[in-house]
């Protein structure tokens, strides 16, 4: 089993920046892909990003690509994603994952998640 905590989250206005955290202990961090995903009220869980073990492979979604970052310090056992350019349409609870196997863009496919942080962007 892996532990997951996210962090980071709050309100910012359009344009804006945040950074997310997630904090990964329990297991071997470095030996998981890990992704970002993120719902909105009455909407379905939505990929985000996902980062491969080393972190030389990464996936975006269409919505966030150019916009915002996934990362890894395997060091420290922890994922990143930095936001840019938010805008209210990205308003969600973002939750972190890890996958035993491989990056993917499915929410199924991953095996630990955590219990998310609220971005909120006003307009």
């Known amino acids: 089993q892996v532990q997951l905590a996210e962090s980071g989250g709050g309100l910012v206005q359009a344009g804006g920046s945040l950074r997310l955290s997630c904090a990964a202990s329990g297991r071997s961090f470095n030996t998981y892909a890990m992704g970002w995903f993120r719902q909105a009220p009455g909407k379905e869980r939505e990929f985000i990003a996902a980062i491969s073990v080393s972190g030389g492979t990464t996936s975006y979604a269409d919505s966030v690509k150019g916009r915002f970052t996934i990362s890894r310090d395997n060091a420290k056992s922890t994922l990143y994603l930095q936001m840019n350019s938010l805008k209210p349409e990205d308003t969600a609870v973002y939750y972190c994952?890890?996958?035993?196997?491989?990056?993917?863009?499915?929410?199924?496919?991953?095996?630990?998640w955590g219990q998310g942080t609220q971005v909120t962007v006003s307009s």
């Open positions: 994952a890890a996958n035993r196997f491989r990056l993917s863009v499915t929410p199924v496919a991953y095996d630990y």
